[in-house]
């Protein structure tokens, strides 16, 4: 009882961490969390949500991270996903992050967030850069002018986060009324001032929403403010008064309100910047100055991003080699041995089934693994962000927005999440060009397939097989973009506006936080989705139209083609005749469209084959040629059903019919101009 009655009296606090992207987001949040924290979905949405917990002096924090943003406004789906967790969900604290190296930027989202009524601590990240850069930043007077906890930290070193723990705490326990209140001029604060009063006759509205952040919303034309208060029984009259009060303003400054207000802000920000930030030195030509010269040049940028991947896949496939050798022989010997002794369809059904279909595609787990930490490690350091700045002249030229890129490089870890951010693009026409290309960039799922078929047809180039297959992946992305824009979706491209974040010393935990979590999902994927699809495959392969065929069937041909695989592989054969590919590797594209991984495994089982001859069975199915034919219709025909629904979900079914429709053709077409002209120029052999 005791025991219990201590549990109640611990206090909990929630606490959201808010910032600009690149100021170190989640480095603090894995400092914070010790990198223990658990991922989600935000509600009625599918951006990824992180979550963690802490315990300090005694007090629980459930500390959530929230995604980068830079204002809090209603247009991209992020912004409204922090403001509507700050004002809806009210936590205790909200930590906003701030580069101390660019502070005039940084400090818009942190008088937002005062504005709105948040209880905010300021962590100041980044101090050792701004000094680096030739900044002082005086902190204490920030604070004092600001009106809120300031805490000066260096996030990749772990200094200040103690302190800002501590500050976390005293904040949730004893708030204090912050200053930072932008002043906007007499006329504009009259009708706020207005406004707010007609706001807080409504009790409730007023209880859950400071009056004066929405009068200001309000005034803006805020459409998602304007929504929440239609559910006051006052709406008519306050949205009335707001209109009136904008149309009377307009007037008088003779501009947008908007963009007036906005405008105030960021005089209030530079006079905070002026007076709290001073010039020890004359800015030094910094080591990022240097590299950035040399990764971002206008001629030299693109091939240092293409060798910067070409090295990723070159040092991914030599470094994992041994250890995929070692899980290949765990499945394909010792494993699958033992299972065989197992009597009748108990032992098949391990032993050729799970084993052989699932073992093929984990004996690439040590490739995806070391590919994702390169990955992160670029991440980390900085670089990934110039890689998208060196091809954004390149997207203009082909009609596209610079908004593009980031759900197209995210599409190479997987296409759902690269498909989902395109939310973050406001002009309609170019999310869904951008959502409908993402498909063709070569996601880590098309990898196994790419591995077995470059190791069994081209293993003295492997690593330039695959790697061209993710060039070629970006190529058509590009070119079905360009045709998009400029036949479905007519009108000019949004602008692209980037901040390129500092390079920083890479931490190892948040390298290996980061590889785990995208190799989680690969690994979640191997024991339900491809489980499920490697078993149907062994099914289907030992029944056919005249019934039970035993598992024989599966080593035998003759019997196999009588199997409702083989009637199913030798229908696709027929269509894909001019590409020369046999029944077997027809049907295995049949099952490639539940999960593309399932290719590698179904082709394992109905070979007849383990791990380790899965090579050897390969290489006498196809050509050069043909291989690589199959490896580039693997590539961009149909998407993963997964991809498919999230294309229904974000743009509706007859989008996501036209892009299995169409990837379908441009795959076949692409296979068979490669067997043509292959075979034209004497390379059919």
């Not at 980044?126 to 030739?134: E, I, K, N, P, S």
């Not at 509706?652 to 120029?681: D, H, R, S, W």
């Amino acid at each position: 009882m005791e025991r219990r009655a201590l549990q109640l009296a611990v206090k909990k606090f929630k606490v959201a961490i808010a910032g600009n992207p690149n100021v170190g987001k989640s480095t603090l949040f894995n400092r914070l969390t010790g990198g223990r924290a658990w991922v989600g979905n935000w509600p009625g949405v599918t951006v990824e949500k992180k979550v963690g917990r802490i315990r300090v002096d005694g007090r629980y924090l459930e500390i959530v991270d929230l995604p980068g943003i830079y204002g809090l406004t209603a247009y991209g789906v992020d912004e409204l996903i922090a403001r509507n967790f700050i004002v809806e969900e009210n936590p205790d604290v909200v930590v906003n992050i701030a580069n101390a190296a660019n502070l005039e930027r940084n400090l818009y989202l942190t008088v937002s967030l005062i504005e709105m009524d948040a209880n905010v601590v300021v962590c100041l990240n980044m101090v050792d850069l701004a000094t680096d850069q030739g900044y002082k930043v005086n902190s204490e007077k920030l604070s004092q002018m600001l009106g809120v906890p300031l805490i000066p930290t260096v996030a990749v070193e772990g200094r200040g986060i103690e302190e800002l723990k501590k500050a976390v705490v005293k904040a949730a326990e004893r708030r204090e009324k912050p200053a930072g209140l932008v002043n906007y001029g007499s006329k504009v604060e009259g009708e706020i001032g207005r406004l707010s009063e007609v706001v807080e006759k409504d009790l409730e509205l007023a209880r859950k929403y400071n009056s004066r952040w929405v009068a200001i919303k309000l005034l803006e034309g805020d459409s998602d403010v304007e929504d929440k208060i239609k559910l006051s029984p006052l709406s008519r009259e306050i949205l009335d008064q707001a209109a009136e009060a904008r149309e009377k303003l307009e007037s008088s400054l003779g501009r947008d309100l908007e963009g007036f207000i906005v405008e105030k802000r960021y005089e209030f920000v530079s006079q905070l910047v002026e007076e709290c930030v001073g010039v020890l030195v004359r800015k030094p030509i910094t080591l990022t100055d240097m590299v950035d010269y040399v990764v971002t040049h206008k001629v030299f940028g693109i091939p240092i991003m293409l060798t910067a991947l070409y090295m990723a896949f070159k040092f991914a496939f030599d470094v994992a080699a041994p250890l995929c050798d070692l899980i290949d022989w765990f499945f394909g010997c010792l494993l699958y041995d033992l299972a065989a002794t197992l009597p009748g369809l108990a032992g098949s059904l391990l032993a050729d089934g799970i084993i052989t279909g699932v073992g093929s595609i984990l004996i690439f787990v040590p490739n995806l693994a070391f590919i994702f930490l390169f990955l992160a490690l670029l991440e980390d350091v900085g670089y990934m962000a110039r890689a998208a700045f060196v091809v954004d002249k390149i997207m203009h030229k082909l009609h596209l927005t610079g908004k593009s890129l980031l759900p197209l490089i995210l599409g190479f870890g997987c296409n759902l999440p690269g498909i989902i951010s395109t939310r973050a693009i406001e002009d309609e026409n170019d999310r869904k060009t951008t959502a409908l290309a993402c498909p063709l960039i070569s996601c880590s799922a098309r990898l196994p397939v790419y591995l077995v078929i470059a190791g069994a047809l081209f293993s003295a180039y492997v690593t330039g097989v695959v790697w061209s297959m993710y060039i070629l992946g970006v190529i058509f992305a590009l070119i079905m973009a360009t045709l998009f824009r400029k036949l479905l979706f007519k009108g000019p491209s949004s602008g692209f506006i980037m901040e390129l974040p500092p390079y920083m010393r890479p931490m190892l935990k948040n390298i290996g936080i980061k590889t785990w979590e995208r190799l989680k999902r690969f690994l979640f994927k191997a024991g339900t989705v491809i489980f499920i699809g490697v078993v149907a495959v062994w099914l289907l392969s030992i029944t056919g139209p005249g019934g039970y065929l035993g598992v024989e069937a599966l080593g035998e041909a003759t019997l196999l083609e009588q199997s409702w695989i083989g009637v199913i592989g030798h229908g696709l054969e027929k269509i894909f005749t001019p590409m020369g590919w046999g029944w077997q590797a027809s049907a295995a594209l049949f099952f490639g469209f539940i999960a593309k991984e399932i290719v590698v495994g179904a082709m394992a089982v109905l070979f007849g084959v383990s791990e380790e001859g899965l090579i050897g069975a390969v290489s006498g199915a196809f050509t050069p040629l043909t291989a690589y034919a199959y490896m580039a219709f693997v590539l961009l025909y149909l998407p993963c059903l997964a991809t498919l629904a999230i294309i229904r979900g974000e743009l509706g079914l007859k989008y996501a019919l036209f892009t299995a429709v169409y990837e379908f053709i441009l795959a076949y077409f692409v296979a068979f101009l490669i067997v043509g002209i292959g075979t034209l120029v004497g390379l059919g052999g």
